[in-house]
């Protein structure tokens, strides 16, 4: 319970949220009177409209995608020249603001404890005497060339080995081999699946990793805090830096450090003429994918819960956030110890409609799970592991790692901004002062 003890300004914070909320009925129905209810009826037409053309523009063909895409573009705009017609446009915004303003101050109210989502740091010991950094120099548009960190990184007396060559290279049995020959960490400036592939020898041998932020979108270096701006900043994890225990997914044997998809998205970058014409290839291909004329159809397990055919799926090193969309694309944390997972199943304008109620859609399930198996109607499936497409022969198998990695991040570093909540209105309700019964 003490956990649910509010401090007087999350009290006030929360009793205010109630008041906006408040308010924004008032204004409705104050100044709109009865045509409040059609203000709802048609904002709520909108979206519906909206959400339904915009399924309909991703999954048909000819004459009819345009014509959704053209309802997808007018339907806000009907709504607003309805509101403007009705001489009740600024009623609808003042409105809205009050609405907008009672959540930031609700997701305020329920913000918790800095220590609780943020990871512990211990120090980095002993220092590095031979750190090996693999870096890749056509990564993120030449990063490693921009920021000289090359020759930084030999200034700080880092080993560096430069991906250069037109042929492949095997990054794991590079880093292994200097390994065998004395390092004593290892790092990478490149992409997320080239971070992912080191990060596992890292854990197999013991020791700590690097983080260089020099890939495209850096997803990983974002959640752990790292400068995504100057990729130079992380290499002050040599000299003065902290230790951080990370999890490590695993695929059928392989490291992961952000996600593994499955469906739509995999099966969309697997085709071969997307690096070529991302877009063209995407709304060529997604209409069959959608009406499953095109893929596997997938089959997925985990701790008892069942999830059929789902048109994606996304298991990641620990679960993103849901508070609000913002956060989807974060993890505050990377060592809860868990795999989050997230399918979506939508075949039908309906069903995509129904995606508007949030974590209660029937065609969305968030699950928080230790192994996840995904079987499919076809012996091998493309699944996209931290942005690279790989055939993967099913049933694939997920499970995590806890603490399997010791990544090392300069004590000095951006950080990870506090995630924001889910809206629970039962604790909002509680935190307020009005009902003294206690959630849970």
Request: charged share 20%; with cysteine; hydrophobic share 50%.
């Amino acid at each position: 319970m003490n956990g649910l003890k509010s401090m007087p300004a999350q009290r006030w914070l929360a009793r205010l949220s109630f008041v906006l909320a408040g308010l924004a009925i008032v204004i409705l129905l104050v100044f709109a009177g009865l045509k409040s209810v059609a203000m709802v009826a048609v904002g709520l037409a909108g979206a519906v409209v909206s959400l339904a053309s915009a399924y309909v523009f991703l999954s048909r063909r000819g004459i009819l995608r345009w014509l959704s895409l053209a309802v997808f573009v007018l339907a806000p705009v009907a709504v607003i020249a309805v509101y403007a017609f009705r001489d009740l446009l600024w009623v609808a915004i003042a409105a809205a603001a009050a609405w907008l303003l009672a959540s930031m101050t609700a997701r305020l109210a329920l913000a918790g404890d800095s220590a609780d989502w943020q990871m512990p740091e211990h120090p980095a010991q002993p220092p590095a005497r031979h750190p090996y950094l693999i870096m890749n120099p056509k990564s993120g548009d030449g990063k490693v060339g921009k920021f000289d960190l090359k020759g930084k990184a030999e200034a700080l007396g880092a080993e560096v080995f430069l991906l250069a060559g037109a042929e492949p290279v095997d990054v794991a049995e590079v880093a292994r081999r200097a390994v065998d020959r004395g390092a004593d960490l290892l790092g990478v400036a490149g992409g997320d699946g080239t971070q992912a592939l080191v990060a596992g020898i890292a854990a197999e041998r013991g020791l700590p990793f690097l983080v260089i932020s020099a890939g495209t979108r850096n997803h990983f270096a974002l959640d752990l805090g790292l400068d995504r701006e100057d990729p130079s900043a992380c290499l002050g994890a040599l000299s003065d830096g902290v230790e951080l225990r990370v999890d490590l997914g695993v695929i059928n044997g392989r490291t992961f450090v952000n996600n593994a998809s499955f469906g739509a998205y995999a099966e969309v970058v697997e085709t071969p003429a997307y690096r070529g014409d991302k877009l063209n290839t995407t709304l060529s291909t997604l209409p069959d994918l959608l009406q499953g004329h095109r893929g596997a159809r997938l089959s997925v397990q985990a701790d008892g819960t069942q999830i059929e055919a789902p048109q994606a799926l996304l298991v990641s090193n620990n679960p993103y956030g849901t508070g609000d969309i913002a956060g989807l694309g974060r993890r505050a944390r990377l060592d809860r110890g868990c795999l989050g997972a997230v399918g979506v199943t939508v075949s039908s304008a309906a069903q995509a409609v129904g995606l508007l109620r949030g974590r209660h859609a029937t065609g969305l399930k968030l699950l928080t799970t230790k192994q996840i198996e995904i079987s499919a109607d076809v012996p091998q499936v493309p699944v996209g592991v931290d942005g690279e497409s790989i055939l993967m022969s099913t049933p694939v198998t997920c499970t995590i790692s806890p603490g399997a990695l010791r990544v090392w991040v300069p004590r000095d570093r951006p950080g990870v901004p506090a995630p924001k909540p889910p809206k629970d209105w039962a604790r909002l309700w509680y935190l307020a002062g009005i009902s003294e019964t206690a959630p849970g």
